[in-house]
């Protein structure tokens, strides 16, 4: 079993930065493959980034490459989204997604889930 808890989140002007956070629970982190995805108001949640469990391996949505990068520390047991020249279609509720599988991760079926954390981006 393992339990997410997303932060980080906040408000911040179109250009700028925010790191999220997850951080897991559970002696099991290390051998899991984390992501990240988002949902904005109407919208369906959508794939961000994923990570395998020994952090050689990445995929990222093709409106994150080149802004956001993600990465894991499993001594902490927890997983970052760095996110740069944010902007205002960023806005969303961000959310952890965990699985031992990355394929599975990236499909967005993974087995455990966040609650959330807000990222709102102005203009």
């Known amino acids: 079993q393992v339990q997410l808890i997303e932060s980080g989140g906040g408000l911040v002007q179109a250009g700028g930065s925010l790191r999220l956070s997850c951080a897991a629970s559970?002696?099991?982190?290390?051998?899991?493959?984390m992501g990240w995805f988002r949902q904005a108001p109407g919208k369906e949640r959508e794939f961000v980034a994923a990570i395998s469990w020994t952090g050689d391996r990445t995929n990222y949505a093709d409106s994150a490459k080149g802004r956001f990068t993600i990465s894991r520390d499993n001594a902490k047991n927890t997983v970052y989204l760095q996110m740069n020249s944010l902007k205002p279609e960023d806005t969303a509720v961000y959310y952890c997604?965990?699985?031992?599988?990355?394929?599975?991760?990236?499909?967005?079926?993974?087995?455990?889930w966040g609650q959330g954390t807000q990222v709102t981006v102005s203009s």
């Open positions: 559970g002696r099991t982190f290390s051998s899991y493959a």
């Open positions: 997604n965990a699985d031992s599988a990355l394929r599975t991760v990236v499909a967005g079926r993974g087995d455990y």
